[in-house]
């Protein structure tokens, strides 16, 4: 069973280009989480999907920020119009549709922006 | 409101035992464990749900004291590839997101 997918591993842009993150939960997964680490720093929530539905985008930046879990395909992060704060290791991670929801992590996408 | 961890580092010799602790002001639903090594993903280590439970893999075990809203990590006799950072992640629900402490950096020496 593979675990959870992220691609790309490693992406850099420059400030003001779009960046989009995805995610393949694993199989049989339906519950999806994206979380921000700073260099040295914990892992920060950002926003909780099922499928076709955004649960919890407390932790989202309220502008440019964007996730999108369709009913077919990978779940998307999109931050448009990077800046240099952005750079960080953005994980995500699933659960299984039933408790008691242990989350698995994804290898991360390491966004540098220029 | 994010969980405190202590403490912020320890440095152990092979065979050591150590105790990382997790505390939070706010009622828990389920205390995540994850330890993460440099460059890597988190990797899962266990899940303790309310009603203060034990529970134990291999060398590692971890408590959850409910009342208290505190967990803790035991490690045992400690091996080098015990080293890295180790994070709790609480929850105010299940299913839910979870929000981490800021991590315990554990160096384990020959």
Known sequence: ??????????????????????????KGHSHVYWYRQLPEEG??????LQ?????????MPKERFSAEFPKEGPSILRIQQVVRGDSAAYFCASSPEEGPYTQYFGPGTRLTVL | QQPVQSPQAVILREGEDAVIN??????????HW?????????VFLMILLKGGEQKGHE???ASFNE????????????????SGTYF???????????????????????
């Open chain 2, 59 to 61: 060398k590692i075990s």
């Open chain 2, 22 to 31: 997790c505390s939070s002001s706010k009622a828990l639903y389920s205390v």
């Open chain 1, 1 to 26: 069973n593979a675990g959870v997918m992220q691609n790309p591993r490693h992406l850099v842009r420059r400030r003001g280009q779009e960046a989009r993150l995805r995610c393949s939960p694993m």
């Open chain 2, 34 to 42: 994850y330890r993460q090594k440099h460059g890597e993903a988190p």
């Open chain 2, 88 to 110: 709790c992640g609480t929850d105010k629900n299940s299913g839910y997101a979870l929000n981490f402490g800021k991590g315990t950096s554990l160096l384990v020496t020959p």
């Open chain 1, 43 to 48: 892992l920060k929530f950002m926003v909780y």
């Open chain 2, 67 to 82: 009342k208290k809203q505190q967990s803790s990590l035991y490690l045992t006799a400690s091996q080098l590839s015990y």
């Open chain 1, 51 to 59: 499928k076709e539905n955004i649960i919890d985008e407390s932790g």
